[in-house]
């Protein structure tokens, strides 16, 4: 039985028609605890409105009614396990009567002599008293040493603060040797969650309960949830270190990764760059057992390679590497070091990360620079992995942008941020401009394109089909096109992504000559290919290729079902979804064709290096028009 905290009794607009509109409300958060309650409920602000969705579990929700409690919350009565309700003329009156371990506290909203006196009428409800304050706050926190230095804390709080929750984030410097009593503690005290920083994050495990699965493949825990009572180890570093490359625009499929140590940071970094798509990621550390042990671990759980390189004294950075990231704590103030490295290997193209956040800009981050590197520092990935602990601890979405901004302030960072979002905001003004009608130019430029191959060399052929055969691939097409328009409503982005990856496949398709039957099926991937990015953000608040492809079959698979595409199309389009960021597995021309329109279209919108671009040229593009595009257009 979830326990609603925090609860705050709105009105219930009567003006309910055919709409989800629930509350006429200041705050997305007071609702999500109900929906908690209703098991199964999720809501969303829009607008100035918030809606409630209601996912019924059997025999407990049944129907609301698109949310009108009907009946005067008689269903609710069933959620919460032991409530009775009596009619006093217009006005229904709710008893809690609790049960141990479920119904106890509701924030705001204590229950008291068994009593919890909503006053109901017939079809919305309203607070009709003062409900008693509760004074007890729900703690969070961080064990670690060093802490002094660390600024969760304050990005917590204002997170807490924004969102109008009762919780505090307590630092507190654990030694090594007392871990096991303060783990103890946390259950003595009630404590919701906690962050774990050096040196406890691989110590802590056989003092948990449980560990969720990516903490297994890791071996190492950065947060700690308490659920009924149970210590469940959880790692959002590696998450959060991802996140905040995407965020600058660095896609790390297909690349090569060296990750500097292979201590708890550093094996969350380098396994989930591993799950996100890299091709090689290189361990250079001191502790060879260590070492080993984690590269082992990701040619063995992923499909990327993991390579060791021992770390004994200026190591060189391994050939071919394209992201360096620092996961020691070297840096790490009051400490003014650098890693031990070759900084002549530092290139241009080369993207420099380091995990460290205190100071912002390390010496390593401003010796790459120095040599024109790209640099991405700690803070992205401390506020993206933050935001992940936020939402496991209180169950609701972060509110990031503010956390972001409390971090910066601590830093002295927010006017130039400020400046810089200006900056961005005026070029994104300047892009939309230019890019007004790219959707509706983007046909005249293929064809631009087709033009140039056939007036510069013979093509190995032309697709035929018959008008009849074309005319119903074109509208099966168009029906598709709208229906993933729809999905990925107020999405510019992604639109514009299968629309070109789409054109780009059509393009090759036919200058290969591919029979009716792979061509309608190529078409078909090409809209739909991505159509897992949505729900692995959700999900995973990731975008990255290997979950994409779990998660992406079974949408597109409804999809084609409900627009009534036959049996067989619909499997091979849905094993091309789940396998097109898998590019060791190649068996068809369709296949390979849908991979190379897409990483067309990702290695413009990406900006990607020339190394990277003929790497990808190299061990991917394998059709004579692909390999003649990707000339063309880089």
């Known amino acids: 039985m979830w326990i609603i905290r925090n609860l705050r009794c709105h009105y219930l607009q009567n003006t309910i028609t055919n ?12 609702f999500t605890n109900i929906a908690k309650v209703l098991r199964g409920g999720v809501s969303e602000l829009i607008g100035n409105y918030e809606y409630l969705r209601i996912l019924p579990q059997p025999s407990e929700v049944k129907t609301f009614g698109m949310v009108m409690i009907r009946n005067c919350f008689t269903n609710v009565i069933k959620v919460f396990k032991g409530g009775v309700s009596y009619q006093t003329g217009k006005y229904e009156y709710l008893h809690i009567l609790p049960q141990p371990g479920e119904v106890k506290n509701f924030g705001m909203a204590t229950i008291r002599n068994c009593l919890f006196g909503m006053k109901l009428r017939s079809k919305y409800f309203r607070k009709e008293y003062i409900l008693s304050k509760n004074y007890r706050a729900e703690l969070v926190g961080l064990f670690g040493n060093p802490v002094d230095e660390n600024p969760t804390g304050p990005m917590m709080e204002a997170g807490f603060a924004a969102q109008g929750l009762n919780y505090r984030y307590i630092t507190m410097k654990v030694e090594k040797e007392n871990l096991k009593d303060a783990i103890a503690g946390i259950r003595a005290i009630g404590m919701r969650g906690l962050n774990l920083t050096i040196p406890h994050k691989i110590a802590v495990i056989p003092f948990l309960d449980e560990l969720s699965p990516a903490a297994k493949i890791i071996g190492a825990v950065n947060s700690i949830r308490v659920q009924d009572g149970q210590l469940i180890g959880e790692n959002t570093d590696g998450k959060g270190f991802v996140t905040s490359l995407m965020e600058t625009g660095i896609e790390l499929n297909g690349r090569i990764i060296t990750v500097l140590g292979s201590g708890g940071a550093a094996r969350a970094v380098a396994v989930e760059c591993a799950i996100s798509g890299a091709e090689t990621v290189n361990i250079v550390a001191r502790n060879e057992e260590r070492g080993k042990e984690l590269a082992d671990l990701i040619s063995e759980k992923t499909e990327a390679q993991g390579v060791y390189f021992t770390w004994k004294g200026s190591v060189p950075i391994p050939e071919g590497t394209e992201v360096l990231v620092n996961c020691t704590n070297v840096g790490l103030y009051p400490d ?3 890693p031990d490295i070759t900084y002549e290997d530092i290139r241009k193209n080369m993207t420099v990360c380091d995990v460290v956040f205190n100071p912002p800009e390390t010496k390593f981050l401003k010796e790459a620079k120095a040599r024109g590197a790209a640099t991405v520092n700690g803070l992205g990935m401390l506020v993206n992995q933050a935001a992940l602990n936020y939402c496991l601890w209180t169950e609701n979405m972060a509110p990031k942008d503010m956390m972001k901004e409390a971090l910066l302030r601590e830093f002295n960072l927010e006017n130039e941020t400020v400046q810089e979002e200006k900056t961005i905001q005026k070029n994104i003004a300047i892009q939309e401009k230019v890019t007004k009608d790219t959707v509706k130019n983007m046909k005249t430029d293929i064809t631009d394109t087709v033009n140039i191959m056939e007036n510069t060399r013979r093509t190995p052929g032309r697709f035929q089909a018959t008008q009849g055969e074309e005319n119903i691939m074109d509208e099966q097409d168009r029906k598709l096109i709208e229906k993933m328009m729809e999905y990925y409503a107020g999405d510019p982005k992604r639109v514009q992504h299968f629309l070109k990856v789409y054109e ?16 309608h099926i190529l078409r078909t991937a090409a809209i739909v290919h991505d159509i897992g990015i949505k729900i692995s953000e959700e999900k995973y608040n990731s975008s990255a290729g290997k979950y994409q492809e779990v998660e992406g079959p079974a949408v597109a698979q409804q999809m084609l079902e409900d627009l009534q595409y036959d049996k067989a199309k619909t499997d091979r389009v849905c094993y091309l979804i789940g396998h097109h960021h898998t590019y060791d597995q190649i068996d068809g021309i369709d296949y390979q064709i849908l991979v190379e329109a897409d990483f067309l279209v990702n290695l413009a919108e990406e900006q990607s290096s020339r190394e990277t671009i003929e790497s990808v040229k190299s061990k991917i593009f394998k059709t004579k028009t692909g390999i003649w595009l990707i000339n063309k257009i880089f």
């Open 336 to 338: 003014e070091n650098k």
């Open 504 to 519: 780009f496949a059509k393009l090759i398709g036919e200058s290969e000559s591919l029979d009716t039957e792979t061509m």
């Open 19 to 30: 709409s989800e509109k629930i509350f006429d409300t200041n705050s997305i958060n007071h």
